[in-house]
């Protein structure tokens, strides 16, 4: 990309608005002008035209407000951005919008995370519980009785404030740790206090299901397969191909925001250099889940035999990239006679021992007189 950043700072950057639902990154141009100690002008390139320098992100946390025209259409973005906290605006013209969707055409998109919210506050809370009980060890709600003849509850009775206040601390800062303990004057006494019934809750259980359910919020739940001895190997297959196709719509925002948005913009800006093509480059990403290439050599296999698909270069190609195989090279060697004849029958390679294979001419036959003797020694003259 020759840009100022790392392509991988700027994906990580904006994939962001999976988080926040947007994210917004201003453009950055540059004369690219070769090796030189100016930022704005410094590339690996000394053609002269216009490239990106960087797209740094407008942090979420700045946005003031949004611009809009008397027609509804967004004009850009206010921010208020630290140390100085000055209202700064960066039309949309300049800038690069990715949100996770566009209902209403609001440009904040909504965060992935928003469905996971409620089992996440639930599983928080019922941590803080379990932490709670673990830290103070108790098996009830602690309570301490005053004496009869002293009214802690008396309003006016400043002394009697002052002791509630004190037992309230104290009870809350009932714990275990190096400080435990309680020491109470005489006519005092402490209790637990605990429920009437007897049922006890699996915690440990009930935040595995939320946090199963907030794996499934994101369709990654596939990774809890196998942590409690279920889940198959054909269930984690479809999981984790329903995972790649939501990665892949994400990765298609992305690119749909840069073919949109950015490319259109930058060959205009070098309009005179490209004024002969016929339409604008696109942005296109890779697979997100490599092929099986089990099922895929035996499609083929099936395809080319009943004459489906006929084997060519480019199907080469394709099984080189789906095997992760070394490209095809200008080999100059000749291939043997074996394989010279399976490539122009167009059938796949077949063992030499087949059944019904027919062997050559001359090719292991048996003397006549051996065979003339072997019949005498079976009586078969």
Not at 48 to 58: C, N, S, V, Y
Not at 257 to 281: R, V, W
Request: glycine share 8%; charged share 30%.
């Amino acid at each position: 990309m020759n840009m100022q950043n790392t392509w991988i700072d700027t994906i990580s950057e904006i994939l962001s608005f999976l988080t926040f639902g947007w994210s917004y990154h201003e453009i950055v141009y540059k004369r690219r002008m070769g090796r030189t100690k100016d930022g704005r002008t410094r590339s690996k390139y000394a053609d002269g035209l216009i490239g990106w320098r960087k797209l740094p992100i407008r942090a979420q946390e700045t946005l003031y407000q949004w611009e809009y025209d008397d027609e509804d259409n967004l004009k850009g973005m206010t921010q208020m951005p630290p140390p100085s906290y000055n209202l700064y605006t960066i039309p949309i013209e300049k800038a690069l919008l990715f949100r996770t969707k566009s209902r209403k055409d609001n440009p904040e998109g909504r965060s992935i995370l928003r469905n996971a919210y409620r089992s996440w506050y639930f599983k928080r809370r019922i941590q803080e519980v379990e932490g709670i009980g673990i830290e103070r060890d108790l098996a009830g709600l602690p309570v301490i009785y005053g004496p009869s003849d002293l009214d802690i509850w008396n309003p006016d009775d400043e002394q009697a404030q002052e002791i509630l206040n004190g037992l309230q601390t104290q009870v809350r800062n009932i714990r275990r740790d190096e400080m435990e303990g309680v020491v109470l004057p005489d006519g005092y006494k402490l209790e637990l206090l605990s429920t009437g019934g007897s049922r006890q809750f699996d915690k440990n259980a009930i935040i595995n299901r939320y946090d199963t359910r907030i794996a499934m919020t994101v369709l990654a739940d596939f990774i809890f397969l196998g942590h409690e001895q279920n889940g198959s190997w054909a269930l984690s297959s479809d999981k984790t191909e329903l995972f790649s196709m939501a990665c892949g719509a994400f990765l298609d925002i992305i690119c749909e925001t840069f073919n949109s948005q950015a490319i259109p913009a930058l060959i205009d800006i070098n309009g005179e250099h490209f004024k002969g093509i016929t339409d604008y480059p696109k942005m296109t990403h890779g697979d997100i889940e490599d092929a099986d290439i089990t099922k895929v050599s035996a499609f083929i296999k099936d395809m080319t035999g009943i004459g489906v698909l006929v084997p060519d270069d480019g199907l080469e190609d394709y099984i080189r990239q789906v095997g992760h195989l070394p490209e095809r090279t200008s080999d100059t060697r000749t291939p043997d006679e074996v394989r010279a004849t399976q490539q122009t029958q167009n059938q796949p390679p077949e063992s030499a021992t087949a059944a019904g294979k027919e062997p050559k001419d001359g090719d292991g036959e048996i003397p006549s007189d051996i065979t003339e003797a072997a019949k005498r020694r079976l009586g078969r003259y």
